[in-house]
């Protein structure tokens, strides 16, 4: 398998024992797939910007006490998936044949996006392992119209594709949609929805969202589930949006109670002489993989 060496690598990892693809069970996975962007572009550059930026975030975990990459044995990253010539359901079927290639190996797969599309492809992959799961969707937007611009593989209709996959959706969040969209989550049995406002409102959200989920989860975090003013470099910002802390702490509880079997990171747009999105998205991935070793 081919994998990133030395600095190059998610934390800038020197020690081979630590990135090796045979001697870690954790795997960076970077989806570079952008074909239907709606708004602003750029997300194809997202997945080695996250990377990037990653080898300036510290390895110990003051909230955790400990050095995360350590405790999960080390970090692989893989190369870039390369996309020529693959669009709509050919990229899809190529996420999907790829990353079952990782799981087979027995990884456990953190994929790094560029739009959201990809997550079907990722989804289709761990439904082959595990039949029953719950898909966690931090976003801004419901992403359920059934196409968008012609194209029912358009990474506005992900979500309405892995729906139709017969999987629980709880989506958090939630604050731009179409009346298509909010009349399917209404008549589906599938999808629970907790809309931003649902989040500044209610104070118990956080414990139904957990409770909606299944014992097995698979995260899908969009970027532009956080609020702009800390996440500014996405294809299509919204105001109202989640902050850091509720976020994480939120994540802390789903990696605690239930089996998480993967998770995605998708949808920044790097901007010119800007690094916080690149970077905090860095960090959430290394934070999330330190809740998930709390876990035995």
Do not use: A, H, P
């Given at each position: 398998m081919?994998?990133?060496k030395t600095k190059d690598n998610f934390l800038a990892l020197e020690d081979e024992k630590l990135y090796a693809y045979e001697n870690c069970t954790y795997v960076i996975q970077q989806v570079p797939y952008e074909y239907t962007s709606s708004y602003i572009q750029g997300s194809a550059k997202g997945p080695k910007a996250i990377v990037k930026a990653s080898q300036f975030v510290e390895f110990y975990d003051e909230e955790l006490d400990q050095e995360t990459y350590k405790k999960i044995g080390g970090l692989c990253t893989m190369k870039p998936l390369d996309?020529?010539?693959k669009a709509?359901?050919?990229a899809i079927d190529y996420i999907e044949k790829e990353?079952?290639?990782?799981?087979?190996?027995?990884?456990f797969v953190v994929s790094l996006g560029a739009e959201h599309t990809v997550t079907l492809g990722l989804v289709k992959s761990h439904l082959k392992k595990y039949k029953n799961f719950t898909v966690l969707q931090i976003d801004a937007h419901s992403d359920l119209r059934m196409s968008y611009h012609g194209n029912k593989y358009s990474h506005a209709s992900v979500m309405a594709r892995v729906h139709e996959l017969d999987v629980n959706l709880v989506q958090v969040g939630i604050r731009a949609q179409c009346i298509e969209e909010s009349d399917l989550i209404k008549a589906s049995d599938n999808i629970t929805t907790f809309y931003a406002h649902d989040v500044r409102r209610n104070k118990n959200w956080a414990k139904e969202a957990l409770k909606a989920c299944g014992d097995n989860?698979?995260?899908s975090i969009d970027a532009d589930g956080f609020d702009p003013s800390i996440v500014p470099a996405v294809g299509t910002a919204e105001p109202n949006g989640l902050f850091w802390d509720e976020t994480v702490q939120f994540l802390k509880s789903v990696c605690e109670n239930k089996h998480v079997i993967g998770f995605d990171i998708v949808e920044i747009a790097p901007l010119k002489d800007?690094?916080?999105t690149e970077y905090t998205m860095a960090k959430l991935c290394y934070k999330i993989l330190g809740y998930l070793s709390l876990k035995k």
């Open positions: 081919k994998y990133l996309f020529k010539g709509d359901k050919k990353t079952d290639k990782l799981i087979n190996d027995g990884k989860v698979y995260i800007s690094i916080l």
